[in-house]
């Protein structure tokens, strides 16, 4: 019995395995976890498998979210400065119609005397001569009206205390002043006037004035000089320019008087130069 005995005990330690083999039915027998393992493996699963599982997530929610406000601020800043522009842009329309309105209302109100300022105030801002038609389209005052109101301020610069005048140029209208009040002060305001030109200058542009269209060589028969000279100075001030080519051999470039002439010496039209004598024009119809 002890011998036994003594077999089992040493036989339990060092043959469980087989023990275990017997018992339990082979393998599926070594697969059977202890307690302290069952509890350890169920206490550690939550803790690692959280990261694994609630990661992927956790990334692909971030990514949106990146996502997200990465495109929604930008949205909604165009969006807002989409909206913004449309109220800048209304409140601008709504400002000039106002102030359309505004005016309108005034320009309505007038009389005779506040549309003859008004037309004053453009003729004295114009530069050039502004024929009646246009004058009615700046001032949206009709021509009628506009032609009183001219009438009116040709009276009112008669006065001998008005320095300007109101004259008629190459078919428009201008502010210009008086000749007695510009001859005093000719030498600090003339820009391009006949007392800087040559007495050369005026009497080629004279000859041209009078004779046009005329060629080169035709003035020069008058003057019995070169006029090269003088020609350029007249082109470079824009009195005279080239208007054709006569028909005869060589075709030789023909020159009048321009815009500039005109206004210059306060005419309408070239009708309105001073008349000859009989004897210089006499002179004229020679040189051609």
């Not at 350029?232 to 080239?242: N, S, V």
Request: contains cysteine; negative net charge.
């Amino acid at each position: 019995m002890q011998e036994e005995t003594g077999s089992v005990a040493d036989a339990a330690p060092s043959g469980g395995k087989k023990a275990g083999r017997n018992t339990s039915g082979g393998r599926k027998g070594r697969k059977i976890p202890t307690v302290d393992a069952v509890v350890a493996k169920e206490s550690a699963a939550p803790d690692a498998a959280a990261p694994q599982d609630e990661r992927p997530a956790a990334a692909a929610v971030a990514e949106e979210g990146v996502d997200a406000a990465a495109a929604a601020p930008d949205g909604e800043d165009e969006m807002k400065k989409y909206q913004d522009d449309n109220n800048l842009k209304l409140f601008d329309e709504d400002a000039e119609a106002e102030e359309q309105a505004r005016l309108d209302a005034r320009r309505a109100d007038m009389n005779l005397e506040g549309e003859t300022a008004l037309l004053e105030t453009v003729l004295f801002l114009e530069s050039e001569p502004q024929s009646a038609e246009v004058l009615a389209k700046i001032t949206q005052l009709s021509e009628d009206v506009v032609s009183e109101c001219l009438e009116r301020l040709k009276e009112k610069y008669l006065s001998p205390d008005s320095g300007i005048e109101l004259s008629q140029i190459i078919g428009g209208w201008m502010l210009v002043p008086k000749k007695e009040c510009f001859e005093l002060v000719k030498e600090r305001y003339g820009k391009k006037n006949e007392g800087r030109l040559s007495k050369a200058a005026i009497e080629t542009l004279s000859i041209i004035a009078y004779s046009q269209p005329i060629t080169r060589a035709e003035i020069e028969n008058y003057r019995h000089v070169n006029a090269d000279n003088m020609m350029r100075i007249l082109l470079d001030r824009k009195f005279i320019k080239e208007v054709g080519k006569k028909d005869v051999p060589g075709k030789p470039v023909l020159y009048g008087t321009t815009k500039e002439f005109l206004e210059f010496f306060h005419l309408q039209s070239i009708a309105d130069l001073p008349q000859l004598d009989e004897k210089e024009n006499e002179r004229f119809v020679l040189a051609r």
